[in-house]
């Protein structure tokens, strides 16, 4: 089992290319933390403060409608891929989402406070930083793309790729509700699946 620092060194530099120097300068401001399944990493209306990476377990991001109390799940975060609201971590304002752990969770994570402080004193850190952006922006603008451009069918097989256990791993209900389908359709759609396979 690997340790805290070097579940972080390896992510850091597969994610950035940062040096062991850079991975250094930041390695004790990333702390362990586990979550209970069915506790929270961030609150809806409250300032998100804290960028995890998912050691184990599987979050989910969604939204309730304070007017029909119903959620729709908007992303999925699991292992070795960063969880948090991102628009609320960069301008400190209250977040829109839930970030909820559906299995026991461990993440390690960095605060804004100390965040910045790397990015002031550290151009590669910086280059960490600019590349988060870029993959925040990019699932956004996938999410969005995903239900203009591709078929329920798609953006099903694209879920499977990026979390390939998903399946057995959550309740059937929180996939349809991040397709945007029906349990049914969500079935019928794994039974054609399975027969042409």
Request: net charge neutral.
């Amino acid at each position: 089992m690997m340790t805290k620092n070097e579940i972080i060194a390896n992510h850091l530099r597969k994610f950035a290319a940062l040096t062991d120097k850079d991975i250094t300068e930041g390695q004790d401001l990333w702390k362990p933390r586990k979550i209970n399944k069915g506790d929270f990493f961030n609150m809806q209306s409250m300032v998100c403060n804290d960028l995890g990476l998912v050691v184990k377990g599987i979050f989910r991001i969604y939204y309730r409608d304070p007017k029909t109390e119903t959620d729709k799940n908007i992303f999925f975060f699991s292992e070795n891929q960063f969880v948090v609201s991102f628009r609320s971590f960069i301008s400190q304002n209250p977040c829109w989402y839930f970030i909820e752990a559906m299995e026991d969770a461990e993440i390690v994570f960095i605060s804004h406070k100390d965040l910045n402080s790397l990015y002031e004193t550290n151009s590669n850190w910086l280059k960490f930083g600019r590349l988060l952006a870029e993959l925040f922006f990019g699932y956004a603008q996938t999410r969005a793309e995903e239900f203009m451009f591709f078929s329920h069918e798609e953006r099903y097989l694209r879920l499977l790729e990026e979390h390939p256990n998903i399946i057995e791993r959550i309740p059937a209900y929180h996939i349809s509700s991040f397709l945007g389908i029906t349990n049914p359709s969500l079935s019928r759609i794994r039974k054609r699946l399975k027969n042409s396979s």
